[in-house]
């Protein structure tokens, strides 16, 4: 089989030594709903998942207006339909907003018409609540199909943020003719929700961290980060994040970072625009084979 | 779909900043019986659960009668039956008693009937142990189902404490006339299931977190709501918080928020008669349809 | 139904406020084995228990040794059979050996003759091994069912040291003509398997924390237990606590320990014998019937 | 039954204290997809895997060359096939490379005609890709079974790094005949995987552990190791240690190591011809037998 090589360094601007983004996925009731669609049924945790854009978002928009930082919300499209004030909001306030399913739903083992349909119906939701088509996807879940990265290409997204396979951006071949997709890799430890997720029956085990042991955890990756010149995206889930103590400390976190004079802090889709102007050449990823193929 | 807006600040009593109430959850045996009742039969595990009523609710009072605090205990029937002495040490100690269930049982999926069974049994527990009618509800496992505010309007509570969608106190509109409920929302944050919980074969996968680190994320998240100016309810079980250094710890945190001059600490039936007075517009909130229905 | 009352504090010998026992259970292969015989063919997994006789102990009775401290170390009869050298090791360090199940078998849902068998069969390991017959029990996984108290009193045991519904010790009646045993309660707080216990497949989650925050843990409830006077009871397993860096911190616990002048530390068959000795009322647990005989 | 004896002390070079291991598993997709291979469609956990050949290598092979320090490799054959510059590098760097099974294969149940075939597939892939065959062997998952030691010493293994139940290196007997296997014990508590790894649907339940606990975790049982003059093994993931954040702690961390001047650091191999050269008498270990056959 063909070797896959590693993603290399990029140049950032104004002499920064790496980028930093921070992403909010504004799940809100979607995921729930799009696993087990009788979760509707439960009262109380849909007031769980609400908390994010009827509290968490405005909060949080409030937070990075104060330190005027960019930042790049993932929105499934139904929380454009179900909460269209929050995302409304967060298009006012000058964030990049991004594709993320239209009910978060998983794309493991779908069949394409059913994965074009997610794709078409959240660009709806998306373009016709704010009047723009996003240029950046993240899968739910942090997971997709080797179709996918494909797809993204046909529908005109510029950017992928979804993959964990480097510390780098990169371009991400799609086909062999060329054509690729800006890639903006991501992180299981940089992530609020295995810190602070607990919806019993649903997700997590009861374990709920302090946001000092979260945002350890995150400034650490960070400051090794700021050594490597690669590019560091924290995502957060504003049910979650969005609570006061939490957004206290990720409000401070932020502030701290910005003190760092070598680091470039964008929305992904100024990120993608900077990575696609470097003219990269694309990697091909390959999806692994049968053991017997694969030594043949 | 109708919009669903956020839960608006109110005011505080005394120029308070924000709103704290200690809550005690005395399940006891009654989440494992409703469970499985076959759990009955193992006298270690029954044992677990009544240290409850047994140790934990008189140190607890104990140490609430020190510091002269007032707190609401929701009260499962069947505790009231089987442990009457904790259950009128309460009363005795002049704290709120309110409704948590029959048996400490799930409303996700009942029907109606069943559901006005639990009501009725529980209020009649409480109701000839204390002499008087709780004016306060909690669902078990903080989940309700839709028709659940409908059923305690109509059984004459003033208050619930289960959903958690805002920082702040609302009306909770039951139906379409302007009937009401006080909601007083919770958080899986605030809460010592999580942190200490582990009965096995029941809950918890063997996590016990100490009392300084359980302590360390309920106080981020007080003395963040301080500055939200919301209500901030914590929520303990006597099994677990009254062991000797849990209770050890509480105590010191307790006495620390009474230093807040900023903080008002009530029973949350004296909070939910302080948001009724201020005669809020209610908030109706809405089941999610499937997604076919709703962008439709 | 009769109302069950708390167990009361004792006295301590030489006017010590509390009572303080560093237990031990020498599982080694018998958990695994009674849950699972075929894991006797996963040669990895039979090494890491195999660690707690072969190291764990010999490390652990030399700690013991240089502080001269006594404890009592629970041990199936599966354990005396192979690895004899380890029980001999115990009791010729003078330590109390009480009964733990022959293989660890859990007693939920069996019937009278395997109970009869599991006691008789331990009991058979553990005298033929130390010339002794041991004085305590401990149910495996702490959890019993509601005929065995009968059973160890039956069979002579003066102790058990497997429930969980007081801070201090206690007569358990027996049956309603006065016969009892002495109860030595315990808690999960207060065992290292939830702190350091992961067997792929068998128990655990992944989740192994550091000595010194075990330690914390367990010193927070000592603390608190000093000024409540009751008995405290620690458990652990030398599989998981025998490991050096653990030792260790047990170790210099053990040793801070017996700096306090206000605790008494002994095995617990000393304890037993001194609450016997006061001649307390026996107390009366009684099983939970289902509800519906509950309020009757 | 024939009582096991516990691995007793041996002595190191140049008069150190213990020896010191630090070594890798470059596990990347293997394991998940000897799971269930259809993970290979899911592009994302793929891509998380293979992050460890395609970045950690690399940056933990700078380190450990920048700080003189010989390290274990273990690679499934796959890895190599899969990844062979990454193998490559680790050879060039002078590392010992040692086998891992071929697809990271469970040895729990297979037949022998099945594990003579992993560990052929892994041997060929191994020698083809480094041109030496390698001379020591960790079974995927630490789990072996009681045909293993012998099918690893005819296929001409030095050692093997799997098994739990010494703090010192032995020779583990193969048959009844003197021959033998050096036996190079590790222990859960030095394993990254269990403070890092979240693989959803796969492994882990979301803890994600900063890298300043990991390192406490590790330090304290090294600090304890060198009092008991006993062999630590350190068991890294590219895939999870070689992220920026732990692979600064991790370096952070081997320089300290080399500052003790009681410690001898080298690779399994040179630890293994160390401890083949003192001559030692092999243990014996023996499977447990059901309860009935063994107080016969």
Known sequence: MTEITPAV???WPGGARCAVAF??????ESPLLSTDPSLADRMGVMSHQAYGPLVG???LL????????????FVPGYTAHRHPGAVRAVADGGHDIAHHGY???????VD???ERDYLERG???????TGRRPSGYRAPMWEMNWRTPGLLHEYGFLYDSTLMDADHPYELAVGTDGRSLVELPVSWALDDWQQYCFVPGFSGTGLIETPAKAIELWEAELDAMRACGGLWILTNHPFLSGRPGRA?????????????DDVWIAGLDEIARHVRAQGLAPRSLTRPRPAAEDHA
């Open 9 to 11: 360094p990029v140049t």
């Open 23 to 28: 992403t909010f996925d504004v799940d809100a």
């Open 57 to 59: 978002v405005p909060r």
């Open 62 to 73: 409030d937070i990075l207006d104060g330190l005027q930082v960019p930042a790049t919300f």
């Open 103 to 109: 009910l978060h739903e998983s794309l493991v083992g």
């Open 112 to 114: 394409e018409r059913t």
């Open 123 to 129: 660009l709806e939701a998306l373009e016709s609540l």
């Open 248 to 260: 206290a400390a990720l409000r401070d976190f932020i502030a701290r970072v910005r003190e760092h």
